[in-house]
């Protein structure tokens, strides 16, 4: 009885804690977080880079609850901190991995932009292993690079991987069903392939080649004191890695010494002032007078409906639902305060009509309220992702960013030969036409049924290719000469006319104050179009989470640890709900 009474109490106590506390805890967190009051007094800001950080705010979970630090929050406070008398430098914890060609780039730029206004940039790194010269790329312009003693400099040139399942198909008795158009429409390949087919190798080894030669020059220039051209310099990066001492000897870094080190010495620079996680500083806000312009995001694939669910959905920040981005747009475009829309956009894609339906929103935006809408690509913006950008006024993407993939494709997996392997036999009776069980048999397509569903693919694309040429100004043939679901880098993209300027975030910005005809030097109000979170709501929301839901997102979290299965799962289950897609594979530089 006392076991049994004690195993009550301890019961109801969890309960307790469960139901009052933690909400208790979680409000006070909320009201903590709304502060809106600057730090007074000189500041230094620090950077860690070696967090993951989503490109935008998540718009549910707890994330949103807690006002999880973004990339472009990063980017517009390090933009605000150039200018603001109080903060004297930025102390960037370098990433030890590579995290992207295109957020180095914009990292790069706002080192950039903090010392042409006189603040110091102190960086430190625990060595640079994998992943790239994106880790690396993204503090070599800092005034110093600190680098721990003991550690490697390794970044002897990019890799981009992809995971072929056909041998996998093969075994289990699985047939990949699809057609892509055209050529470069890799995105099949993963499914249909056990290696680089031709086209693929030379889309995937000319991209590799252009974030490589991109990433040398900027770093050649950032290190010219200590480094002779790129092509030397490639030549030293190729046969890295480096200990601590020769990486200091050939001029890769400038110091030697510890994390806290690197610190004090930031901080003598900075007169002693405090220092302060960029999560935790509050730039001087614009006057309320001033001119307002809607930053509206899109990152992750691009699926039909609206987002949400609860906040224990590993998944509810990192989609762009059509429904939730359109009526976003939709309220930008009605509110008269608003004098321009900045899009970005981070996205390898995903459905057709999704995408089509946020397209839309914004063709009728610029037509009913003659508001100009301008994109700013982030690290991709390619199918799908290209998609939603096309019809903006103007179109802005990093050098590095990765964009186009103008194509389709769509299909089944075809499971019946697998099925009878384990002695299933599939069966079923049809009434009406030979297209009417397509999608929904186990069975391979027929040859009739391919070339139906090749002319349903074909319509998608041309109207994809159409409505991109005239948003570019092209024919669309000439469209179709540089789409075929082909991937290019910024640069590139923007020699074929696909975007119109290079420059990230923070110029983006720039460029849609010209076109709204508010002058270059008058400060602007960003205004999130992300609904406020309702601290009540999410703690709801997340008190209504079945322990069912817990323990799937446990396992799922588990076997689904690597990056590149996530993606390509994520990818088949989107085919099951809708089979045409406007997507790319995963592209993950090592």
């Not at 705010?57 to 980017?75: C, E, K, N, Y």
């Not at 829309?341 to 999704?354: H, L, W």
């Amino acid at each position: 009885m006392k076991t049994l009474l004690l195993s009550f109490a301890g019961g109801l106590l969890a309960l307790i804690l469960f139901f009052i506390a933690l909400p208790i805890f979680i409000l006070s967190m909320v009201a903590g977080n709304s502060s809106d009051e600057a730090p007074k007094g000189s500041l230094i800001l620090v950077l860690d880079m070696r967090q993951e950080f989503p490109d935008q705010p998540p718009t549910d979970g707890l994330a949103a609850l807690f006002g999880q630090t973004s990339f472009t929050d990063i980017l517009t406070k390090m933009d605000k901190a150039a200018t603001d008398k109080h903060v004297k430098g930025v102390f960037i914890r370098a990433s030890e991995m590579g995290f992207g060609s295109s957020r180095a780039e914009e990292i790069r730029e706002s080192i950039k932009k903090l010392q042409d206004n006189g603040k110091f940039v102190i960086s430190h790194s625990q060595g640079f292993f994998v992943g790239g010269p994106s880790a690396y790329r993204a503090i070599s312009a800092s005034d110093e690079i600190w680098l721990q003693d003991g550690s490697d400099v390794s970044i002897p040139g990019i890799s981009l991987e992809t995971l072929f399942l056909k041998g996998l198909f093969d075994k289990i008795g699985v047939s990949a069903e699809i057609e892509a158009f055209h050529e470069f429409k890799n995105s099949p390949n993963v499914y249909k392939e056990t290696d680089f087919t031709a086209s693929h190798e030379l889309a995937m080894r000319e991209l590799a080649e252009s974030l490589w030669q991109e990433s040398l020059i900027d770093i050649s220039q950032d290190r010219a004191d200590k480094m002779p051209d790129s092509a030397v310099l490639r030549e030293i990066l190729e046969n890295s890695p480096y200990s601590a001492d020769k990486a200091k000897e050939i001029g890769l870094i400038d110091n030697l010494g510890w994390p806290e080190d690197a610190a004090r010495h930031a901080r003598s620079l900075g007169d002693d002032a405090e220092i302060i996680s960029i999560a935790e500083y509050i730039p001087p806000a614009a006057p309320k007078s001033a001119p307002k312009i809607a930053l509206i995001g899109g990152e992750g694939p691009i699926m039909a409906g609206s987002s949400g669910g609860d906040v224990f959905n590993p998944n509810a920040e990192t989609i762009i639902a059509s429904d939730t981005v359109s009526q976003q747009i939709y309220d930008a475009g009605e509110d008269a305060d608003i004098k321009a829309i900045v899009f970005r956009v981070d996205s390898g894609g995903g459905s057709p009509i999704a995408s089509d339906q946020i397209w839309n929103a914004i063709e009728y935006v610029q037509a009913t309220y003659n508001k100009p809408v301008v994109v700013s690509m982030g690290s991709m913006a390619a199918s799908g992702g290209y998609y939603i950008a096309m019809g903006a006024d103007k179109i802005y993407a990093n050098r590095t960013t990765i964009t186009g993939s103008i194509g389709v494709y769509g299909g089944k997996f075809a499971v019946a030969d697998g099925m009878r392997k384990i002695g299933v036999t599939p069966a079923r009776i049809d009434v009406g036409g030979d297209f009417s069980s397509v999608y929904t048999s186990t069975e391979r397509l027929s040859d009739s049924q391919r070339a139906t569903m090749r002319k349903s693919l074909a319509r998608t694309y041309d109207r994809f290719t159409q409505l991109a040429a005239d948003g570019r100004g092209m024919t669309q043939a000439e469209m179709h000469e540089i789409a075929k679901g082909r991937v290019w880098t910024g640069e590139d993209a923007k020699e074929r006319g696909l975007v119109d300027e290079l420059g990230g975030l923070l110029d983006a910005v720039e460029g849609a104050k010209e076109l709204a005809g508010i002058d270059a030097d008058k400060k602007v109000n960003l205004v999130s179009m992300i609904p406020t979170t309702d601290p009540i709501q999410a703690i709801g929301s997340m008190l209504g989470a079945s322990a069912q839901s817990m323990r799937t997102l446990n396992q799922i979290s588990q076997v689904v640890g690597d990056e590149r299965v996530r993606a390509t799962l994520m990818q088949i289950q989107a085919m099951e709900s809708q089979p045409n897609q406007m997507a790319m594979p995963l592209i993950k530089e090592y």
